[in-house]
């Protein structure tokens, strides 16, 4: 089965300057990759996601960069706020079909030193 | 705002016990999934649910667990004889399943279970 593997496990940043989160995969079949944002006690929430035929999508603050041959995919917040402390979650899906379920990583806990 | 609810947020049982976990999908979403959470740890797939059966299911979704969809809007996970390491958040989700496109998940906010 799929294997996720997500790098750090915690980050801190100053407030103002970049956080990037790291996974790699192992299924070449697996063609959907999205970031989940989870506060303390709530729900994961999807914050940006890509497909396999796309490198990189960006949604303000918030971009992913995808390599399938290298099979990792990254996360970057630029500008950070007190409010982008929080775990953040990599996932993927294999075959990108909607009854299979997502794989995650084991999250990143992200401190935004003020 | 279509929101996937829960019930309960919080159940406390005892080992050995059945407990029901009941969600109600967003309406026009035809994929339901279940995940867990061990507290502190990362989310984990459970099982998925497609056209009344189920799709997928992973290796912690053994024969002590079942799925339901027993009406057209509820989305039930049972657990028959429940353990310590049963204990955990358990999340629905839905997505809205376009063929074989991946759709975004929407996740409840979740029933925590405490088994003692």
């Known amino acids: 089965g799929e294997n996720v593997e997500q790098h750090p496990s915690t980050l801190s940043v100053q407030e103002g300057d970049s956080a990037v989160i790291k996974c790699t995969y192992s299924?070449?079949?697996?063609?959907?990759f999205p970031w989940y944002k989870q506060e303390l006690g709530k729900r994961p929430q999807l914050i940006i996601d890509i497909r396999s035929n796309v490198g990189e999508k960006k949604d303000q603050r918030i971009a992913v960069t995808l390599n399938k041959t290298a099979k990792h995919f990254s996360l970057h917040i630029t500008e950070t706020q007190p409010e982008d402390s929080a775990v953040y979650f990599c996932?993927?899906?294999?075959?990108?079909?909607?009854?299979?379920?997502?794989?995650f990583g084991k999250g990143t806990h992200l401190i935004i030193q003020p | 705002e279509p929101e996937v609810t829960q019930t309960p947020s919080h159940q406390v049982t005892q080992m050995g016990q059945e407990v029901i976990l009941r969600c109600v999908p967003i309406s026009n979403h035809l994929y339901f999934y279940w995940y867990r959470q061990i507290l502190g740890q990362k989310v984990e797939f459970l099982v998925s649910?497609?056209?009344?059966?189920?799709?997928?299911k992973s290796e912690i979704f053994d024969d002590q667990f079942s799925v339901e969809r027993p009406d057209g809007s509820n989305f039930t996970l049972k657990i028959r004889s429940t353990k310590l390491e049963d204990s955990a958040m358990y999340f629905c989700?839905?997505?809205?399943?376009?063929?074989?496109?991946?759709?975004?998940?929407?996740f409840g906010e979740g029933s925590r279970l405490t088994v003692l």
């Open positions: 299924d070449s079949a697996s063609n959907y």
């Open positions: 989700a839905s997505s809205e399943g376009l063929g074989r496109i991946a759709g975004e998940l929407f």
């Open positions: 649910f497609y056209n009344n059966e189920i799709s997928e």
């Open positions: 996932a993927t899906q294999e075959s990108g079909g909607g009854a299979d379920g997502l794989t």
